[in-house]
């Protein structure tokens, strides 16, 4: 009998090894009489890549990688335009253009039009064709991602459905400063474990919905704002989205 074919991999979020790797090669220089310059060595940051690439191999047991790069637009933006507003003007990294070049030409790191590194990492790894497959992120976004998860590339964390949802639903009432949306105004961690817990862990948002409505009403807004937050904290999954089209299906309640 045929065994069925393992096709799981490694989905690796790079924007964030980018950025880092990127950083961790500048280094400042003085040149004498208050001239000071940045100073990157990319043959450097190849090399870091390369070696992260070959501990991940070994350490989580899966050969092949496939790494995710964010395109230059995003549908959120038209969902919610403060969305990363606060990122807006700020220096980046030397060579961190280099770096994703470098990656798509010699890598093959994959970008879609309007999509993040999070939503292709959460498509790719809910995709039954690439079961067992392991992100590696640091992005607490993808706790709303149902499957197996690396913070590290060494340990492993499985995100069940239901935690899944209440991750989310934990998004939508938190918001999330780095992102710069708000949440519901006046929510924070702590009061929204404590919302939360009212429900029975499910598989669906339809229970959560309900104290998250009444959250949002309670701070003097409506469910309409509140299905915003819950759209810009969303990152898509296989069903959320059609290569050929190129449509994404944007989350309802």
């Not at 924007?15 to 004498?32: L, N, V």
């Not at 060595?41 to 092949?64: C, M, P, T, V």
């Not at 790191?109 to 498509?123: Q, S, V």
């Not at 976004?141 to 899944?164: F, M």
Request: hydrophobic fraction near 35%.
């Amino acid at each position: 009998m045929n065994k069925k074919k393992n096709n799981s991999k490694i989905l690796i979020d790079g924007d964030i090894i980018c950025y880092q790797i990127a950083t961790k090669i500048e280094e400042p220089i003085h040149w004498g009489n208050d001239m000071w310059t940045l100073h990157s060595d990319f043959g450097s940051a190849k090399f870091i890549f390369n070696n992260y690439i070959k501990d991940l191999r070994e350490q989580l047991g899966i050969h092949e990688v496939l790494i995710f790069l964010t395109s230059g637009s995003n549908y959120r933006d038209l969902i919610y335009p403060g969305y990363k507003g606060n990122r807006k003007g700020k220096r980046k990294p030397t060579c961190l253009h280099v770096m994703r070049r470098w990656l798509e030409e010699e890598w093959d790191a994959i970008t879609e039009p309007r999509l993040e590194a999070d939503d292709l990492l959460g498509i790719y790894a809910t995709n039954p064709k690439y079961k067992g497959s392991i992100i590696v992120s640091l992005d607490k976004d993808l706790r709303t991602i149902p499957g197996k998860l690396s913070a590290d590339g060494i340990k492993v964390e499985r995100i069940t459905k239901q935690k899944s949802i209440y991750n989310h639903a934990t998004q939508i009432l938190c918001g999330d400063s780095t992102d710069n949306y708000p949440g519901c105004p006046g929510v924070g961690p702590k009061t929204a474990a404590k919302l939360l817990a009212e429900v029975k862990p499910t598989r669906t948002m339809k229970g959560y919905w309900e104290v998250i409505k009444a959250a949002y009403k309670k701070a003097g807004q409506l469910e309409h704002d509140a299905i915003i937050q819950a759209r810009v904290s969303y990152i898509l999954q296989w069903r959320d989205y059609d290569f050929k089209t190129k449509k994404v299906a944007i989350w309802k309640p």
